[in-house]
């Protein structure tokens, strides 16, 4: 039994910035990826960024080195440092789990968090 709970979205000007936060709760296997996704109305949900437990990270090509993804094992929480925030970044901003114990491999999502860019 796992649960992810996101915080830190909300209204921002562009230019501005945001710092996400998902907390993990319940079976956690020690190895792991936690990870952010987003996404609008009509489209799929687009990897953000995610980091290992071993500090491997990935993100994705629009980040342009803008967002920093983080996160404190201990705590089992990933955080995301977003920078100079445009509008095309507004979406509800997802965290996954994925366990890497088997195929098929566990994951998990939690509920969203809005980001709003806006002038």
């Known amino acids: 039994q796992v649960q992810l709970v996101e915080s830190g979205g909300g209204l921002v000007q562009p230019g501005g910035s945001l710092r996400l936060s998902c907390v993990a709760s319940?079976?956690?296997?020690?190895?792991?990826?936690m990870a952010w996704y987003r996404q609008v109305p009509g489209k799929g949900r687009e990897l953000v960024g995610s980091?290992?437990?071993?500090?491997?990270?990935n993100y994705g090509d629009f980040v342009k080195g803008r967002f920093t993804i983080s996160r404190d094992n201990a705590k089992n929480t990933v955080y995301l440092q977003m920078n100079s925030l445009k509008p095309e970044d507004t979406a509800v901003y997802y965290c996954?789990?994925?366990?890497?114990?088997?195929?098929?491999?566990?994951?998990?999502w939690g509920q969203g968090t809005q980001v709003t860019v806006s002038s």
């Open positions: 996954n789990l994925v366990l890497w114990v088997a195929t098929p491999t566990p994951d998990y």
């Open positions: 319940g079976s956690i296997f020690s190895i792991n990826t």
């Open positions: 980091m290992t437990t071993g500090g491997e990270t």
